[in-house]
């Protein structure tokens, strides 16, 4: 018995040592350990809430960065903005001035001061370039050089006199011979208006005029026009005349101007079809086609615009 007694007892011993041992402080139990588990793994997250690698961090290094992204994007700024705005504002007055300055002229040119003097004669309306005789008295020959070929032809120049009086008259015919460039011959009725006639020949100065008008241009085919050949005048355009174009097949093609103002088509290219105008400054006005009616004047719905 007491050999058995002194086992268990040892055995007692062992078991009180061993839950000792295992209970001693700084141990963990199961639930401890199971705690433990969670704690690392949320230490992710306590490791990014370090000051280098916060969220907080990390959202003001970005607010920063984007702060100085907007610093380095001048484009968006007002100022930016500012300096291109009036290069758009150039642009656009580049190309009115373009327009201004009339490409296609030939030597009477708009905002040019012409000197020269003022004769008269008994006008009629008509003359060089052939448009009829009418009641519009108010009209004037160029001088040769300044006629220019027929290129002053309709052409509207406002005259002025010493004196202050102005009269505005539209380019009929030519002036030979002996007039001078800057010299204009004008209806005995426009000369009235500047001076007496008395006075015989006044100086004067001169230039191009855009009149206001509500008129529309006309087109007359020329005597002896037919499908194969055709000579073609504008009347009554409020600019000079640069161009007349004739449409043949999908395209223009431009006529050559006589000195008595029409534009001819030696091999009928083009007539009784549509017509381009162009004036001085370039404007292009369309005509639908009109049938070959000779020495018929034949009304348009077209206009130039004034400058």
């Not at 997250?45 to 994007?73: C, F, I």
């Not at 009036?86 to 007055?93: F, G, M, S, V």
């Not at 006529?255 to 162009?278: H, K, Q, V």
Request: glycine share 10%; aromatic share 6%.
């Amino acid at each position: 018995m007491s050999k058995r007694w002194l086992f268990l007892s040892a055995a007692a011993v062992l078991i009180v040592v061993s839950l000792a041992l295992v209970l001693l402080p700084g141990q963990k139990g199961d639930e401890d350990v199971k705690a433990e588990a969670g704690s690392v793994a949320a230490e992710p997250s306590a490791t990014s809430s370090s000051p280098v690698n916060s969220p907080s961090a990390s959202g003001t290094s970005t607010a920063s960065a984007r702060a100085t992204a907007a610093s380095k994007k001048p484009s968006v700024t007002p100022s930016a903005r500012a300096t291109t705005r009036p290069a758009a504002t150039a642009a656009t007055k580049t190309r009115q001035q373009v327009s201004g300055t009339a490409p296609l002229a030939g030597r009477i040119r708009p905002g040019v001061t012409y000197r020269g003097v003022a004769t008269f004669y008994d006008a009629d309306g008509g003359g060089s370039c052939l448009y009829d005789p009418s009641g519009d008295v108010m009209t004037g020959a160029m001088n040769t050089a300044d006629y220019e070929s027929s290129k002053a032809c309709g052409a509207y120049v406002l005259v002025h006199a010493a004196g202050g009086a102005t009269i505005t008259v539209r380019i009929t015919n030519e002036c030979p011979g002996d007039c001078a460039p800057g010299q204009i011959d004008l209806s005995a009725q426009a000369f009235a208006k500047l001076a007496a006639p008395s006075a015989g020949r006044i100086p004067i100065t001169w230039n191009l005029a855009s009149p206001s008008t509500s008129d529309r241009i006309s087109i007359r085919y020329k005597t002896g026009s037919t499908r194969y050949w055709c000579g073609i005048q504008a009347i009554g355009h409020r600019n000079p005349l640069a161009r007349l174009e004739v449409a043949v097949g999908s395209g223009w093609r431009q006529l050559e101007r006589t000195d008595y103002n029409y534009f001819i088509s030696e091999d009928g290219s083009g007539c009784g079809g549509a017509l381009r105008l162009t004036d001085i400054y370039g404007e292009q006005l369309t005509v639908p086609a009109l049938a070959v009616r000779a020495n018929v004047t034949q009304p348009t719905h077209v206009q130039f615009a004034k400058h």
